[in-house]
């Protein structure tokens, strides 16, 4: 954690790519990251492809807790990228010694909390995938065959009911009320 606020000080030449899935990403990630577009972590492998335009630079992978990252470091030095490096400890770590700095948003936890604030200045970065206005809440879609999880703010959860993700959940047949978490 320490080396890579050092590199953010620095101004190094670096990029980060977030192994984590796009919905962890959405609400919370560090400045200038990339964010790869998965839905789970088994596509890690088909990612590669992606990074091919960064290859020749310094990388550094980073995920929650630091297992995602440090798999996908290996796996870049194996198809031979060559200045590879992971955070270690996971963005967890960094937020805890550097609450508000470089990483904006939050960090998404696997429990019942849903987004993690680790304090400081913060902004919000999250946005409702149905107003794009900014938010931290997610909310599994009412749809049942859908369940998907997404953000979704205040305003349209009250002015929409249950909450849908998309217009085609909305009027499908498929329903079943799923409460908001904040």
């Known amino acids: 954690a320490e080396e890579l606020k050092k590199w953010y000080e620095e101004e190094k030449d670096f990029v980060i790519v977030d192994m984590r899935n796009s919905y962890e990403y959405a609400v ?4 200038g990251s990339e964010d790869l ?6 596509e890690l492998k088909d990612t590669v492809e992606k990074l091919e335009k960064i290859k020749d630079k ?3 992978t980073v ?3 630091g297992i ?3 798999k996908m470091s290996a796996y870049l030095l ?3 990228f060559k200045d590879v490096h992971q955070l270690s400890g996971g963005i967890h770590t960094y937020m805890e010694k550097f609450p508000a700095q470089d990483f904006l948003g939050t960090l998404y936890t696997y429990d019942e909390r849903l987004v993690m604030d680790f304090g400081g200045d913060r902004e919000i970065v999250g946005r409702c995938k149905r107003c794009d206005a900014k938010t931290e809440k997610f909310q599994n879609c009412a749809n049942s065959e859908c369940n998907m999880l997404f953000l979704i703010c205040d305003e349209c959860v009250s002015s929409e009911g249950p909450g849908f993700c998309s217009e085609k959940c909305e009027h499908s047949t498929a329903r ?4 908001v978490r904040a």
């Open 28 to 31: 919370g990630h560090f400045k």
């Open 176 to 179: 079943v009320v799923q409460r």
């Open 78 to 80: 194996h198809k031979g």
């Open 37 to 42: 577009g998965m839905a789970a972590s088994r």
């Open 58 to 60: 310094t990388i550094v």
């Open 63 to 65: 995920c929650t807790g």
């Open 68 to 70: 995602k990252c440090e």
